[in-house]
């Protein structure tokens, strides 16, 4: 079985590695095609017009205009691939800091939502697969249908409408209060500022979770096997406890875990209208800005993170079915 | 048979039909059991016989309360002289009355056997039963801590005849519960039943094996295309002419001591129902009064629906 997991993560890293050159170099191929003039975005139109040739041509070396571009991304690899993820061009610092800011801001929000709606998904969505067609699903399954169909910036400003403006329980936005030194910014404060984003992002989570375990729970509901505990006088929380959340639970695990790339997308979306200062955030001004250095960072570590959690999915899968784990042994 | 109590169960025109939708949105019922009659006394062992789809397995959903949603049952189910209502089989269920199904897909794929067999329950009373059925079994002890898919064909039957007498049952419905076995662990499988039935209980075994039902079983009802036509001793098995209905004297002339003589045709579907009997079709007595209602009559000791005893 060792010889087997060792052959697994071997394959996992080449895997690993492919995508992450992969990813490059479609990242910096858009960005040499993109129609943006890095210093008209970022200097604008008219200091442009009164600065002198040298000036210009200063900014366009710092800017990377004119550069071929197979020797600007081979350039960029080398130091990648020795750990310098270099400058960014934007904020003027390493990307390096940058990301480990914007990162940890989303982290917060992230882990925050992929909790919540992985929790209240699975409940809700177990809860409509157990009673199908009844007042409950209906319910359950009518919220979910109607999230799914709906933009979540819409959401996003809706909340933010309500609970911002309307009825000011909670910051319109940021990730710390205003006009607040570092130092006074609590944790609490923190919560405050991520929860309207991540309640944003949840609410659209849950029902992708909840509709997949309603649809797993209705099948296993529909089985012999619960036909059977049935027979032998199982009530219906009996055959939740014995056989329904041990069927369910795998796949709905495997799911979530596939899911963080989902919530890594909405949270570029949510962080942009909450103003939430995330990777999402900063992925959106180094595109816009033509921050190469920083967007190729924030493009691979999003695809570490998307690869990360299909794989930790396709592994827990194996750890929770004893079909594929002793399966194993057995071969 | 003394009576002086009043029957485990007692079956009496049970149909069962399913609402089917046909060729766009007509709504077609399928009858697939007609005017089902059965009686199981106390200490005794019934086994049903009857070919592949003549509606054996329904017969032991009907009673366990367990139909499809589209199937409905209609008849009269008396269980020790109270009517088996709908609230009545949901709270004996389990208990009191108890089924071994049919086949693998009944057990829990992700659930260890041991503690499928007892319910998730961690009773220790329940464990010592178990040990002594795995005993009696030739199980091994770690057998309970794997999974069905760790099973042969063989140790899974076991597995599903044991959820049946870790209970306290009084009536038992075993639908098919030896094939697989070997003949050794067949026979062992059915002395169990045959003991729950000599401590009291009823015994229902649906099975194929008319031999083997023959060696433990008192009383015999065969079924065909869903209706009951004849209810025998299991002695009368012995002696040709002592069976009632010729299908039953096929089935006779088919088990290998007997000459392993089989009739041509097959059962009809039940979309193909002929009026009347429904094996007046294969049968070599057929006259143009089978065609009208048989009724289900009282003959030697034992039921018959033809109009021709032998
Ligand atoms: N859900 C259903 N919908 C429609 N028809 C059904 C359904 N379930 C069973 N039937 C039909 O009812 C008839 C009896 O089925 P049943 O499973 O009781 O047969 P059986 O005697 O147990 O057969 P076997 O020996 O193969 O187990 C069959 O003709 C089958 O096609
Ligand atoms: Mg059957």
Known sequence: MSSSMGKTIGKNIIRMILLVIAVSIAAFTLMTLSPIDPLQANVGQAALGSMSQEQIAKLEEYWGVGQPPLQRYLAWAKDFFTGDMGVSLLYRQEVSKVIAVKLGNSMFLMVMAWVFSGILGFVLGAVAGMHRGRAADKIIRGYCLTVSSTPAFWIAMLLLIVFGVWLKVLPIGLSVPIGVEASGVTFLDRVRHAILPAVTLSITGISNIALHTREKMIDIMESDYVLFARARGESNWQIFKNHGFRNVIGPAMTLQFAAISEIFGGSVLVEQVFSYPGLGQAAVSAGLGSDLPLLMAITIISALFVFGGNLIANILYGVIDPRIRKGEKAV | ?310
Request: hydrophobic share 35%; charged share 25%; aromatic share 8%.
């Open chain 2, 1 to 310: 048979m003394e009576k002086n109590t009043s029957p485990v169960l007692e079956i009496r025109h049970m149909n069962i039909s399913f609402l089917q939708y046909e060729k766009g949105f007509r709504q077609v019922e399928l009858p697939v059991i007609s005017d089902l009659n059965l009686t199981i006394e106390e200490g005794e062992m019934v086994a049903v016989v009857g070919s592949s789809g003549s509606g054996k397995s329904l017969l032991a959903h009907g009673v366990m309360g367990i139909l499809p949603y589209n199937a409905s049952m209609g008849g009269e189910m008396i269980y020790r002289g109270q009517p088996l209502t709908r609230k009545r089989i949901q709270k004996l269920r389990g208990n009191e009355i108890v089924m071994v199904p049919q086949s693998t897909s009944y057990l829990d794929p992700l659930m260890k056997v041991g503690q499928q067999i007892c319910k998730g329950s961690r009773d220790e009373e329940k464990k010592k039963k178990l040990n002594q059925i795995f005993h009696r079994f030739s199980l091994e002890e770690k057998v309970q801590q794997q999974y069905p898919f760790e099973l042969s064909g063989g140790m899974t039957r076991r597995i599903m005849i044991s959820t049946a007498l870790i209970e306290n049952p009084r009536l038992v419905i075993a639908d098919e519960p030896t094939p697989g076995l070997h003949l050794k662990m067949a026979k062992r499988a059915m002395e169990h039943f045959r003991q729950l039935a000599d401590m009291g209980a009823g015994v229902l075994v649906i099975t194929h094996d008319l031999e083997l039902a023959l060696e433990t079983a008192d009383k015999v009802v065969v079924f065909y295309a869903g209706h009951t036509i004849e209810e025998a001793n299991a002695s009368d098995f012995k002696e040709v002419s002592l069976l009632r209905h010729p299908y039953t004297r096929a089935l006779w002339k088919a088990i290998p001591q007997n000459g392993f003589e089989s009739i041509p045709g097959i059962q009809p579907y039940v979309k193909e129902m002929p009026k009347g009997c429904p094996f007046a079709p294969r049968c070599e007595k057929r006259t143009a009064e089978c065609e009208g209602e048989i009724p289900y009559r009282k003959v030697r000791d034992g039921y018959v629906r033809c109009l021709y005893d032998a």
